[in-house]
Nanobody, 115 residues
């Protein structure tokens, strides 16, 4: 059974920086693409960034150039470096992967950006 555990959220002022981590277990981490999603109050969950097993990256337009997704296969961990944070980035951030045809999610970590 896959297990994903996020950490690194918090309260930061606009323009600030946070680094989220997602430690995984129970899967052969290096062969799976990893995703970061976020869900703001009253909004649908949205895909923020993806990193494939080969290291290719994709971002939603609103974070492109400010966020960086990376992975460390030795530590079975995926990261999301978030720079130039804005109040509209406030959300619960979730780590996700699809393994054995199933979606697996972490518990989420709250990111709050004050203006």
């Amino acid at each position: 059974q896959a297990r994903l555990v996020e950490s690194g959220g918090g309260l930061v002022q606009a323009g600030g920086t946070l680094r989220l981590s997602c430690r995984t277990s129970g899967i052969n981490f290096k062969i799976y693409a990893m995703n970061w999603y976020r869900q703001a109050p009253g909004k649908q969950r949205e895909l923020v960034a993806t990193i494939t097993s080969s290291g290719s990256r994709n971002y939603t337009d609103s974070v492109n150039g400010r966020f960086t997704i990376s992975r460390d296969n030795a530590w079975n961990t995926v990261y999301l470096q978030m720079d130039s944070l804005q109040p509209e980035d406030t959300a619960v951030y979730y780590c996700n992967t699809k393994a054995w045809g199933n979606n697996f999610w972490g518990q989420g970590t709250q990111v709050t950006v004050s203006s």
